[in-house]
């Protein structure tokens, strides 16, 4: 069986010679001792033992970009067995530092977060999120917070996601359908729960608004779309670890990414102009405002708000869109596709699901959104494969807005911050875990 593949796509190989690794360590620290002086820091201590001891060696130039691989969180875990749960290395003239236990994590995600709050944003994630005005690359500030209380408290209350249950259901009963009339034939997991999800989420967003077979033609085509926003995010770009080559685009990324953009673009404004003329012919008496309220409204309804402090701009609508298209598709589709192939290659779990899905449910029923929270077993299985195949191993990586301490160690501003999220706590057998979750049918 062939596994779904992880967030972070393949490395790079680059043309490289064989360094003196002490000239490496010497260019290292007169960097680093630079970018502290700069911040009126003291010489610290810290940053000499955080440089001279925890670096995996690395080829002049291009530092460790050559030996990444292709599952760089898999390359992560393995230099962390040897430099230990936090050391830093150089891709091209970037300076990294890898955290590799949950206590470090913790210490930046939790107590610093502050600190850690901004993304060290690449050139795709820059351009797909029209510059930065969405919430996972905005920097760290009143806009930011803003546009994360609108979307946390706001669009994904209890409400909101209540008032749009009947659409979810509605894609999820249609793709049941589909493979119960290909019972006997293989089925592609992946794809039927990609399009499954990207019609739930389109239905969401612009369900009230785009309707019918228009809609669902945009479903089809956003999933082209999607797949290769997806490989370009996750495709390590020259111009990202040498940005004084940056405006050459040399790989051609930025560029392809901008066509994303622009039909990305293209349909969000002939959504947003749908909604506006049928919210005119609703004050002109023409209908009735029947219908369900989608997310699109309500973020145009943001933004005919008077004063900054709550209303957005255009622009910032549309980045959120974006965010919600993207950071809600693939990564759910992933999810799922791995927690199938798990109960797959393990029948004594599939037949405690089956059992329990069974008892809560009943075997002439659909599975609804109320009997999750009674559906105790299947949720310890959800849980674990995200524990063990995290659609985003790396998280977002972080980037530090002044020079700080991370356990004991000086990590200088700038820096960018990969964290060993999930892997970090080991890997276990999915088999053995769900002992630990037998309270079922309570
Ligand atoms: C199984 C499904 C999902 C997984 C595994 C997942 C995973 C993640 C991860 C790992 C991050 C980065 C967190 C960080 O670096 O601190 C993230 C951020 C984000 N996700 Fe998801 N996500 C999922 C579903 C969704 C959905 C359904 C949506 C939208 C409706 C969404 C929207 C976002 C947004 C907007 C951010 C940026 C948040 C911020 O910067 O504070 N995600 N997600």
């Avoid at 470090?104 to 993304?119: G, I, M, W």
């Amino acid at each position: 069986m062939q596994f779904p593949a992880c967030g972070y796509g393949g490395g790079m190989m680059l043309a490289t010679r064989k360094v003196d690794s002490m000239v490496q360590f010497l260019l290292f620290r007169s960097r680093c001792l630079r970018s502290s002086g700069h911040f009126g820091q003291p010489r610290s201590l810290e940053i000499y033992r955080l440089h001279c001891h925890q670096v995996p060696r690395g080829l002049p130039i291009v530092g460790y970009l050559p030996f990444l691989g292709s599952d760089i969180h898999r390359t992560f875990t393995h230099l962390a067995g040897v430099y230990g749960p936090i050391y830093k290395l150089w891709l091209g003239s970037k300076l990294c530092v890898v955290l590799n236990s949950p206590s470090l994590v913790r210490e930046v995600v939790r107590d610093q977060d502050t600190t850690f709050a901004d993304r060290d944003s690449l050139i795709a994630s820059l351009t797909i999120s029209y510059g930065g005005n969405d919430i996972a690359f905005s920097s760290y500030g009143p806009e930011w917070r803003k546009l994360r209380k609108i979307f946390v408290r706001e669009m994904l209350s209890n409400a909101s996601l209540d008032a749009c249950y009947a659409l979810r259901r509605e894609e999820v009963k249609k793709t049941i359908r589909d493979v119960y009339d290909k019972i006997g034939t293989p089925v592609k997991i992946g794809e039927l729960t990609l399009l499954t999800v990207i019609n739930a989420v389109m239905s969401m967003v612009w369900g009230g608004t785009v309707q019918g077979e228009k809609g669902s033609d945009i479903g089809a085509k956003f999933r082209e779309v999607l797949s290769e926003i997806m490989v370009l995010l996750a495709k390590p770009n020259v111009s990202d670890f040498f940005p004084r080559i940056a405006r050459f685009d040399v790989e051609g990324i930025e560029k392809r990414m901008k066509n994303h953009l622009h039909w990305c673009d293209r349909i969000f404004n002939s959504a947003i102009d749908q909604r506006r003329n049928m919210d005119g012919a609703i004050e002109e008496g023409a209908g009735k405002n029947e219908e369900r309220k989608d997310f699109l409204q309500y973020l145009l309804e943001l933004k005919e708000r008077e004063g900054a402090a709550t209303s957005i701009t255009l622009t910032q609508l549309k980045a959120l869109l974006m965010d919600i298209v993207i950071g809600g598709t693939d990564t759910t589709a992933t999810m799922v596709e791995w927690a199938m192939a798990e109960l797959m290659m393990n029948p004594e779990v599939m037949k405690n699901v089956n059992e329990e899905l069974n008892e809560v449910v009943g075997l002439n029923n659909t599975v609804e959104e109320f009997h999750l929270p009674k559906l105790r077993y299947l949720d310890a299985v959800v849980k674990e494969a995200l524990r063990l195949h995290p659609a985003i191993p790396l998280l977002v990586p972080r980037r530090p807005s002044q020079t700080c301490n991370v356990g004991g160690y000086t990590v200088p501003k700038g820096a960018k911050i990969f964290l060993m999220f999930g892997l970090s706590r080991g890997i276990l057998s999915f088999g053995t875990i769900p002992q630990n979750f037998r309270q079922r049918g309570s």
